[in-house]
């Protein structure tokens, strides 16, 4: 009996993965020059140093390889090129990515539960009390959020009702009419994947703006930065990086409703509208963990 094999279309040797991979390379170092430089301990602390451009150059870097690899795999896709199998390669390599994004906000809730749950109530004389917070921190309050830092800058607590809510209303309703937007475009109603899909990019740029608006709200009137104690720095490092999946997320979706109209998307081929509903959809559930554990509880 003859072996059955599967045929499938191999892309041709491309340098976007390896200039991509640079450019990645100077984000990292860029950032952390950037870091250091701000907190007066940079690598290069003269006016106009490294830190000043490589992270810039590094993200100008990622956008333009972004922008001619899809090129690439949009005119592949067109082409007809991609086989069954090449289409479940690209549907692994989505789900790996999304699990990575995972593991990605895991870790940063994982610090946000550590100090919650174990470091204030040490802090506060919990356990075994070898170490208390009177040898590191006088007059500490056991709380969450703490609102006093050890320098004695005060700062607010972000209430969970106001445009924290806004913003969970538009995310869950923007996952519903992408949805609407899918089953649009499998039953070829290209008028209803158009008007569902833009509803969906306009709730999306909404929740940034009411995200830039709670952002400025933080820093002028309620004391609460980057580096106002332990709260502050989880409190933006878990809602601005999911901001920042948000961005990437609606850029997705903004490239989809360009093809759309453009009918490059049919129902039988529109992987990648699905490989960004996936996305979206995982970053609305992120921020429905935001929403209970940083804002609400």
Not at 232 to 257: D, E, K, Q, R, Y
Request: proline share 4%; aromatic share 16%; with cysteine.
């Amino acid at each position: 009996m003859a072996e059955k094999t599967t045929h499938y279309y191999v892309p041709e040797q491309s340098p976007w993965p390896f200039i991509t991979a640079i450019a990645l390379f100077l984000v990292a170092f860029g950032a952390a020059n950037f870091i250091q430089q701000n907190s007066g301990s940079g690598l290069v602390t003269n006016e106009g140093s490294s830190g000043s451009y490589i992270l810039p150059l590094g993200i100008l870097g990622i956008l333009v390889m972004m922008f001619v690899w899809f090129r690439d795999t949009i005119r592949e896709s067109l082409a007809n090129m991609n086989s069954a199998q090449m289409d479940r390669s690209y549907r692994m390599g989505m789900l790996w990515f999304i699990f990575s994004e995972v593991m990605f906000f895991g870790a940063f809730f994982g610090a946000l539960f550590y100090v919650r749950i174990l470091a204030v109530p040490w802090l506060g004389g919990a356990g075994e009390e070898a170490m208390t917070h009177e040898l590191l921190w006088p007059n500490f309050q056991a709380m969450w959020p703490l609102t006093l830092t050890p320098g004695g800058a005060t700062t607010e607590a972000m209430p969970a009702w106001g445009l924290p809510f806004l913003n969970t209303v538009l995310l869950v309703s923007s996952s519903i009419t992408l949805t609407i937007a899918h089953h649009a475009l499998v039953a070829g109603q290209r008028n209803r994947l158009l008007v569902s899909l833009f509803i969906t990019l306009v709730l999306g740029f909404a929740f940034l703006f009411f995200q830039v608006e709670e952002y400025v709200h933080a820093y002028t009137e309620m004391g609460l930065t980057l580096d106002a104690g332990i709260y502050g720095s989880t409190f933006f490092m878990l809602t601005g990086f999911h901001g920042m999946h948000v961005t990437i997320g609606a850029t997705m979706l903004t490239i989809m409703f360009l093809r759309a109209l453009k009918g490059n998307l049919t129902p039988d081929n529109h992987f990648a509208f699905e490989a960004s509903a996936w996305y979206w959809h995982f970053v609305d559930v992120v921020w429905l963990f935001l929403f209970v554990c940083v804002y609400w509880l």
